[in-house]
């Protein structure tokens, strides 16, 4: 299961497991507790919200900003909280990082079921040179994904061309912005993925800049899978996915400043830009590819097939991946 929400109720649990099947929930966002699912409010973290008060989402319209709406699904998770759904019907939880096991531990999962598996992709290409001469970004282009922040560093950094690839409300506003500023950025828009993935590999680096909780941002795989570093907000999963001086650099989230000094380091250091994209491409061969990504699965049905009543996985099958 990757989301019974809005449109299927928690009920699909029980109907699955009265069919004998073992279930596998990946959580992608943090929806089991905050209505909006990005713990991200006002421009802020905010984690206000937990499996026993959710009136907080109510109070704020986190859901689609509406009372009415936000308090159906405050409404639906206090529910699968206080009816033990979530202890009861599911064999194993998939979280995409340690930073998302120790929240979901802390919010009231069960620890033992909780496993470790990073986003993958299946391009086994050759990696890229990295030598396009310019920056990238590739993202939805809102609020939560630092893309003002990004365009605030690069008044100080007008000597370095950059690409922000992707669309989102943000768009017509970082364009009059540019514009007014005369910034060295374009935004080609929405592309085909192939293309993406070869913007990405022309990149002297890739910048991730968001400053909510990110999951597992899937285009850090796909620049790891080029052999192109990252430039990443220091924040959430982001601060164990990028290693300094092996995959790419860490700034401060939310800070412009920061950001552009990373950036010019990175930019002035062809070496250094040499050394990570080693670096970035080893990573991606060692954790990212289908082979190493499927194992949970078989390990919760060999459980169920020798245990039919037991729920969860035993915990020396816990598969952490670091």
Known sequence: VHNTFPLITSSAYRAIREAGVPIVQTLHNYRFVCGAGTFFRNGAVCERC???????GVLHRCYRNSVAASAAVAGMIRSNWDDGVYQRDIDAFIVLSEFAARR??????????LHIKPNFVDALDPPSDGRGGYVVFAGRLSEEKGVRTLVRAWRNLRHIPLKILGDGPLLGELRARVAADRLPIEFPGMVPRDEVLKVIGGAE???????CFEGFPLVLVESYSRGTPVLASRTGSLEELVQPGVTGAHFIPGEAASLAAEARRLWADPELL???????????????TPASNLDIYARVARQRAASPSRVGVAPSARLSVR
């Open 205 to 211: 680096f890739q910048v991730i800049a968001s400053e």
């Open 104 to 113: 979901f531990a802390a919010l009231g999962l069960p620890s033992d079921r």
């Open 274 to 288: 040499r050394r990570l994209r080693d670096g970035a491409r080893a990573r991606f061969l060692e954790r990212y």
């Open 50 to 56: 937990t499996a026993e008060r959710t009136w907080p």
